[in-house]
């Protein structure tokens, strides 16, 4: 045990920082710098420590997502968010299953710097209006508009995510079986008939630049695979979510998917070798 606060709070930091940047490098970043903020602070004046803390990461990460904006826009290809090999006790908590998915955190990344901010630390980690308020520097009642700007675009793109854990598993463990063998139909029963496909290679490892739709192309693509050298799956709970890990020809691609109504309605692979330092050990994510 220890009585620092910030030992306490490192896991919720980190979880607040990857939640904004969608970045795991980045967010690590983002907690050594409040980290050493919060060495150097005069800690008589902090009366509670855990919103002192978040507020410290929540302006580091917003600094970060306006520098890091330029970057994304000269990428190469689809970006995805940086994928985490996730502990169990993630899945447990839905709501913050959900909110780290990777389907969720792309569509985060739709929002503007300040409404992303809002949106998680109202929605995700229900913090007063009046402590983000001091976090992104406004006024209470800018910030429930915000908030309020922020709910309605994220209800409109965000995948529906309310499916019974056990079905989901059932379905993602017969899309893997149909992978690994190369079952054409058996993936096409299991996908649904307009399915997204997003890939993120960076311009680093083979990947679609743009998204691939329809059921019929993405299983005929799939199938490839099978022949390709070194071709390997195995299961990872990424992000809270079913997902796998595809190697092939020495190359490895994390894999989110999302099932609703019984079917695969979205795959997210990301294959950047750069994003993959955080599918070895699980992460312990917290609010």
Do not use: C
């Not at 649904?192 to 680093?204: K, M, R, T, W």
């Not at 979205?266 to 950047?272: D, M, P, S, V």
């Amino acid at each position: 045990m220890t009585d620092d606060p910030f030992v306490t709070h490192r896991s919720l930091l980190f979880t607040v920082a990857y939640e904004m940047l969608g970045s795991a490098a980045d967010a690590e970043d983002v907690v050594q710098e409040t980290w050493l903020r919060w060495n150097a602070a005069d800690r008589t004046e902090v009366r509670d420590t855990r919103p002192y803390l978040v507020r410290i990461v929540t302006r580091l990460s917003l600094n970060q997502l306006r520098a890091s904006a330029r970057r994304r826009e000269e990428y190469v290809g689809e970006w995805l968010p940086e994928p985490l090999l996730t502990t169990p006790d993630v899945a447990d908590d839905v709501e913050l299953a959900e909110s780290v998915s990777i389907a969720m955190l792309t569509v985060l990344e739709t929002l503007a710097p300040a409404e992303r901010a809002v949106f998680v630390l109202r929605e995700v980690f229900e913090t007063p209006y009046e402590e983000i308020a001091a976090a992104v520097e406004k006024t209470p009642e800018s910030v429930r508009q915000i908030a309020h700007r922020a709910r309605r675009h994220v209800a409109a793109r965000r995948p529906r995510m309310d499916v019974d854990p056990v079905e989901q598993s059932a379905v993602v463990d017969k899309f893997l079986a149909a992978v690994t063998t190369g079952d054409l139909q058996t993936l096409l029963d299991v996908l649904a008939p307009d399915v997204v496909a997003v890939a993120d290679g960076g311009g680093l490892a083979p990947a679609s630049r743009k998204p691939i739709v329809g059921a019929d192309r993405l299983a005929s693509l799939l199938v490839r695979y099978v022949n390709v050298r070194g071709f390997a799956v195995t299961t990872a709970r990424i992000n809270g979510m079913p997902g796998a890990r595809l190697s092939a020809d020495g190359g490895t691609v994390a894999v989110s998917i999302v099932v609703e109504g019984g079917r695969i309605t979205h795959l997210y692979g990301i294959a950047n070798p750069h994003k993959l330092g955080r599918m070895d050990e699980a992460v312990d994510l917290q609010r």
